[in-house]
């Protein structure tokens, strides 16, 4: 049997209506570096961010066409920031440097680090769906895909999340 452009149309189709990778990132990219910040913290997100759209670069022909490129998005960076955790968790730690002590410096793109503190003494559930819920703007249904559970799950926990921070971020500056 011969192989013409005729014999597969569906695959051309699908093929010319995929967004170049490129505009994704764009659109996205933002999106993806606050969830990064919020889940790892600004430390590690850019290195997170960029796992992530490796993974998704590598990833995207296959994706189908009518998938939502954003959920998806949220998605790998949740795994790329468990992997970065459990990496982490595995590297050893040397005592006897001298540590910095952390910058009372606004982080890049406006966020103060008594937030990035705030946030990352969220249990991970709770940070999680603060991130993906209220930084990437995500649905709760597309946030329990994304962190397990269900959606009344997810907004519990991001309830709860804001809640905690609500008492804890900036608590003595209205006194």
Wanted: aromatic letters at 6%; a positive charge; proline letters at 8%.
């Amino acid at each position: 049997m011969v192989r013409t452009s005729h014999s597969v149309p569906a695959l051309r189709l699908l093929d010319m209506r995929r967004e170049p990778f490129e505009a994704i990132v764009t659109r996205h990219g933002p999106t993806v570096l606050r969830v990064c910040q919020a889940v790892v913290g600004p430390e590690a997100a850019e290195d997170a961010w960029s796992e992530t759209f490796l993974a998704a670069l590598r990833a995207y022909p296959g994706l189908r066409p009518d998938s939502n490129v954003e959920a998806w998005l949220v998605t790998i960076a949740h795994r790329k920031a468990i992997d970065q955790a459990r990496a982490e968790s595995r590297r050893p730690l040397a005592l006897d440097e001298a540590r910095d002590a952390p910058s009372r410096e606004p982080v890049p793109g406006g966020w103060e680090s008594e937030l990035w503190a705030a946030l990352a003494a969220l249990p991970p559930r709770q940070r999680q769906t603060v991130a993906y819920h209220y930084l990437a703007g995500l649905p709760y249904a597309e946030v329990a895909k994304v962190a397990g559970g269900t959606p009344e799950a997810a907004r519990r926990a991001a309830a709860d999340g804001i809640a905690a921070l609500r008492k804890t971020y900036r608590q003595g500056e209205s006194q």
